[in-house]
């Protein structure tokens, strides 16, 4: 790309030509917010282009909000995902049923026990001395925890906050919040690339990753910040590829490929995503292998991969644990024998209403341990603006292929029923007529994915356009809401 500058310009930010030749019509340039313009200017018909920078502000002051205001240990299932992170800063990849860790961390969750799912308990200035009185012994003990068997590649970040909290002397709690923090910046850096790359689906994705529930998975320790962050950078890819009209290079296949592994690995049934594949022309011309078997290839292996890793995991399961509020022992492999002889259990649980309630909230917004719930208003509006983000899809004029519709399509309703199903395994008590353990954070990057492959039923660029700015302008109702939810939550007596 060449620079030009002119007396009283200053240097072009984009030259006209290579632009024309990465985009083949003028809507789209416009949509990019660079045609007939020596130089990219802030204006309703540039929003669009600016929404990675809009996201990275936002996300950045909510995250760093979040993972310092939210007490210790206070987002879903952090304490167990922090020892899974101290196991991997170990280099222990992989371990059934729990394993060694130090018995500090136990120590500095004790001053925080009561506040989950006790609405009426804040946090006092006793918890907090407490808490950040505890420093790392070195001393390990044998703990039961079912996160011991999971990947580790979604622990990266909170594993290298714990080696240099430690390094530095933090105590426990301070090496929790640096943890948040990395895990919280790498999720950030991801999603942001993400939105960059993204073409169909960026309204969608955009609002998503700025519901409350996505913003405190990302300032927590919990593996979902990275498995949402990557999986949008999957769609991304996909999304740019359909977009500029031509199949991956094998580059870019393998980089699809893998971030699908880690995904799929993180949550087995986000491997249905690997049916994208599947999409004429989607891969590169090989002269040395036919079109099914690089499908095969691309499929199977991680499918093979992600298989191997949970049937390992699930074997070698020994104890039986409870749940707190599952009445009964959780067990995988009694269960599976259970689903087997008794399948209608657990369709019938699906014709339960108020669990595709309980669902939606979950994918909102329901802080803490799921149990900070925000006012009824907050939902009904974000549920609106994200349909608007849908509507805002169907404008969108890029290049459309119903192909990937239909294989994205068939995708997320597998992985929907892969996830209710696993879930009913790992997390809910043998024979149990109710589903406890399955949640809305697991199906937003099924939203997500639904948003990249829209069809565009209504191409217009000026609704597209003024959509955007209503989802943005929206943003201010979380930047107020969310903040007094959380203090009246844990601060205010």
Known sequence: MTAHTQPGEGIALVDQSFVQDQVADKDALVRFGIANAPSVRFSLASLPSFLPLIFMFLATSTVVFLSVCTPPFQTPDEDVHFKRAYQVSN??????????????????????????HNTEVKLTAANEDAGARVKWTGKKVYRVFATSSYAPTGYIPQALGIVLGRLMNLSVVSTLLLSRLLNGAFAIS???????????????????????????????????????????????????????????SLRMSVAFALTLLVISIARPPYAAFLLAFLIPGILPQSSRLPGWLSKLLFIGLPFVLTSAWWFAAILSTKAKYQLPGIYGTVDPKAQLLFVFHHPGVLLATLGKSQIYVTLLAGIIANLGWLDTKMPFYYYMVMILILLVAMT??????????????????????????????????LWDA??????????????????????????????????????????VCSQVITFIQLPWTLIKRYYLR
């Open 91 to 116: 280099g222990i990849l992989f371990h059934a049923d729990g394993g060694e860790v130090d018995e500090a961390i136990d120590e500095a969750i004790s001053p925080y026990s009561q506040l989950p």
């Open 190 to 248: 991801i999603s942001t690339l993400a939105l960059c790359w993204c073409g169909r689906g960026r309204l969608v994705m955009f609002t998503i990753l700025l519901m409350p529930m996505t913003m405190s998975l990302f300032g927590s320790c919990n593996q979902d910040a990275s498995t949402i962050s990557l999986a949008c950078l999957a769609f991304a890819i996909l999304s740019r590829q359909i977009e500029e009209d031509r199949p991956f």
């Open 392 to 425: 805002g899809e169907i404008a969108y004029r890029g290049r459309f292929r119903r192909s990937a519709m239909v294989s994205m399509f068939l995708a997320t309703p597998i992985a929907a029923a892969g996830i209710i199903f696993s879930a009913y395994l």
């Open 430 to 471: 043998v024979g149990s007529e109710i589903l406890l353990g399955v949640q809305g954070r697991y199906f937003i990057p099924l939203v997500i994915a639904v948003g990249v492959v829209l069809p565009p039923l209504h191409r217009s660029d000026r609704l597209y356009r003024w959509l955007t700015a209503v989802i």
